[in-house]
């Protein structure tokens, strides 16, 4: 054969070639930035499992990563600017601005080597066969919960939807790496941004989240008014007289009852991010309120704390 059929067909080879490495990357990426999760590559080894949670009105409120290497369980969590979100609902915009000093926010820990082993035989016990993608006539009208499981070696990821899940794989998949990010990550603001996965279902998480500190800065997620009297009891618990920050920064109504007890201890501050929380307040109010706890801190640092 002459040379310019070789390199007519060489060329030909390439360009094709080319074309489908292109078209299969892009197909292997398209889903996961659908999803809110944006460009993920693949694991070296593993299995790397990618959530990203949905407010009401498709306001991706943060992506959580969890890859299991073999050797270590490496969790990545990431809030979503706020500047970056396509319209989203006020219930949405509310949850979130009481993160807004923290975003864009990103932590990557790593799950302690003695709570892997229960967080690996929870994730082998799920039953992904139930998981899929939603079709395109389903309407988004709830939380929304978007995952991607990518084992090494796989020419594309395994992509699934739901819609405000409460049972079924991808709920339960959605608690263990709940759990998996509870374990490894520290920073307040992404324990703060995983507790916005329990406003859109309770059982997620803890309804008082204590993140120690001077002064102790306490968090309430009640989204659900049957479990006040279990907040009130939990707040009772905490000892008396030392600086508090009580952050109701995530309440609307239910921030009234709570900014009750307040008044009845020394040395609390309050967080209080929804208009209609502070609307609500009754007229002995605290003296001390904040829109947001970057705010709180930076002033009550400032004053001793008390």
Same mark, same amino acid.
């Given at each position: 054969m002459s040379d310019s059929f070789w390199s007519r067909g060489g060329l030909f080879s390439f360009l094709f070639a080319e074309k489908r490495r292109e078209q299969e990357a892009r197909a292997a990426t398209a889903p996961a930035v659908a999803l809110g999760l944006g460009t993920l590559a693949a694991p070296a080894s593993g299995r790397l499992w990618a959530i990203s949670v949905s407010g009401r009105a498709h306001a991706c409120m943060f992506k959580l990563l969890v890859h299991d290497t073999g050797a270590e369980l490496a969790v990545t969590l990431e809030a979503l600017d706020l500047a970056t979100l396509a319209g989203p609902g006020q219930r949405d915009m509310e949850n979130l601005r009481t993160l807004s000093h923290a975003c864009p926010w990103r932590e990557t820990g790593q799950v302690p080597a003695e709570r892997a082993g229960e967080l690996r035989a929870a994730l082998a016990r799920l039953r992904l066969d139930g998981l899929a993608m939603l079709p395109d006539s389903q309407v988004v009208d709830d939380?929304?919960?978007?995952?991607?499981?990518?084992?090494?070696?796989?020419?594309?990821?395994?992509?699934? /939807? $739901?819609?405000?899940?409460?049972? #079924?794989?991808?709920?339960?998949? =959605?608690?263990? %790496?709940? &759990?998996? @990010? *509870?374990?490894?990550?520290?920073?307040?603001?992404?324990?703060?941004?995983?507790?916005?996965?329990?406003?859109?279902?309770?059982?997620?998480?803890?309804?008082?989240?204590?993140?120690?500190?001077?002064?102790?800065?306490?968090?309430?997620?009640?989204?659900?008014?049957?479990?006040?009297?279990?907040?009130?009891?939990?707040?009772?618990?905490?000892?008396?007289?030392?600086?508090?920050?009580?952050?109701?920064?995530?309440?609307?109504?239910?921030?009234?009852?709570?900014?009750?007890?307040?008044?009845?201890?020394?040395?609390?501050?309050?967080?209080?991010?929804?208009?209609?929380?502070?609307?609500?307040?009754?007229? /002995? $109010?605290?003296?001390?309120?904040? #829109?947001?706890?970057?705010?709180? =801190?930076?002033? %009550?640092? &400032?004053? @001793? *704390?008390?």
């Open positions: 939380w929304h919960l978007g995952g991607l499981i990518w084992d090494a070696g796989a020419p594309a990821a395994r992509t699934f /939807e $739901a819609m405000a899940p409460t049972s #079924g794989p991808a709920f339960e998949l =959605l608690g263990v %790496l709940h &759990r998996a @990010g *509870g374990m490894a990550l520290s920073a307040w603001r992404s324990l703060g941004v995983l507790d916005l996965a329990m406003l859109y279902h309770p059982s997620l998480g803890r309804p008082v989240h204590d993140f120690g500190g001077t002064p102790r800065h306490v968090r309430v997620l009640c989204p659900d008014h049957r479990r006040l009297p279990e907040v009130l009891a939990a707040l009772d618990r905490l000892p008396e007289g030392a600086p508090l920050l009580l952050d109701l920064a995530p309440l609307n109504h239910e921030a009234k009852a709570l900014s009750r007890w307040a008044l009845r201890r020394p040395n609390v501050a309050l967080v209080l991010a929804s208009g209609r929380a502070l609307s609500e307040l009754p007229a /002995e $109010a605290l003296p001390r309120i904040y #829109g947001s706890v970057d705010d709180a =801190l930076a002033d %009550l640092s &400032r004053s @001793g *704390g008390g």
